[in-house]
């Protein structure tokens, strides 16, 4: 399956809106969108908003699905704004291109809010056994509530790859305590930089999923060095 590909970013068609109204539609999913974050995608040319005769900025219908598209990426996967430019700039020249760290069947479905998949609808999107959902969660690795987010496919995509491997979710139960360690260290240095940062244009938890990218980053780097090294 293609990933879904978000609106281009033009200002064809009637709809035009002001930033209070671009803000007023996606806050509800991005609470922590911003008029600056707005400038500062729009600065980074990930999408370009017309102008009003004063110098307003408008936002199209196109650039509303563009920003929701973004925004989702950042949210659910952690990308880097770079690796979210390459994708739209090659959506833009017409190709199909796949996203680094987003499953297939993951991707039609990050735009906009998350789809909710019971168990059954879990194991039929992923390929897995009810067995290895059931000890995923028992594990920690995947939350014990009755319904599942989108992104959890890619999740347990992964595990029946392991699993084909011999590593089951019990042998992988340490990595959500490894995780939530990360996590800490990523919000003591935010909050660290925060507090030498007086200007404080970017809220917290922007820099805090910028800098966890950083960290997962590189961690595929060294554990990449690593097995270079394995005889």
Known sequence: MAAAQPARSTQSGSVSLSIGQVLHKLTPEFPDLSPSKLRFLEDRNLVKPGRTAAGYRTYSAADVERLRFILGLQRDHYLPLKV????????????????????RSVQPVVVGV???LDRSELCEHSGASEDLVKEAVSQGLLPSGPLFEARHVQIVEMLVQAEGFGLSPRHLRGMPQA????????????????QRNAKGKRSQRELQRELAGVVQQLREALLRQALDGLE
């Open 114 to 116: 998350p789809n909710r």
């Open 84 to 103: 979210i430019k390459g994708h739209l700039d090659a959506l833009d020249r017409g190709e199909s291109p796949e996203l680094p760290g987003v499953s």
């Open 179 to 194: 995780i939530r360690r990360e996590l800490d260290l990523v919000r003591h240095a935010v909050d660290a930089g925060s």
